[in-house]
């Protein structure tokens, strides 16, 4: 990803996250989310000093930058090291199905692999069942260890997933 991808992921990032959370996730939330605002933090976040995530696009001659994944190291202490976490993975709703999500997945697997984690942890809303048969066909499984994430004053639970590398 460079910096002149961000306008886009941040673009693909809405999108997404209305597509895949519209239901799960307050609608006011949702309908609130800027690719504009996204970009500039995003812009920032990519700006400031060091940071240990590797972020990466999927592209195509046709449309461009058609997906987004980050990863890095794990926040969860209680995943054995070494271990990292995939942070996002955002394709663009009508690609969705077309294999894009695979390959970005393949690619955060081999760079996960590259920085030397043994494990790549991820976590995902408990109730988006479309995320979590994406995520055991690509080898992760359900750990049991859960979390509750609050959005816009709601509750969300979500589920750890983790795969060997």
């Not at 597509?19 to 500039?40: H, I, N, S």
């Not at 709703?93 to 790549?120: M, N």
Request: glycine share 10%; hydrophobic share 45%.
């Amino acid at each position: 990803m460079t910096d002149a991808d961000v306008d886009t992921v941040a673009e693909i990032r809405v999108a997404g996250w209305r597509e895949a959370y519209r239901g799960l996730v307050p609608d006011a939330y949702l309908d609130a989310m800027d690719p504009t605002a996204d970009a500039a933090t995003h812009r920032a976040r990519r700006a400031a000093a060091e940071s240990p995530a590797v972020e990466l696009v999927a592209e195509s001659p046709a449309d461009g930058v058609t997906g987004w994944v980050c990863l890095g190291p794990c926040r969860d202490t209680d995943l054995p090291a070494p271990a990292g976490e995939l942070y996002a993975l955002y394709v663009r709703p009508a690609l969705i199905g077309t294999g894009v999500g695979r390959a970005l997945c393949a690619a955060a697997l081999e760079s996960a692999r590259e920085r030397g984690d043994a494990r790549l942890g991820l976590w995902v809303l408990r109730e988006n069942a479309r995320a979590r048969r994406f995520y055991a066909r690509a080898g992760f499984a359900a750990d049991g260890a859960e979390r509750v994430d609050p959005v816009d004053g709601e509750p969300l639970r979500e589920v750890r997933y983790v795969r060997g590398l």
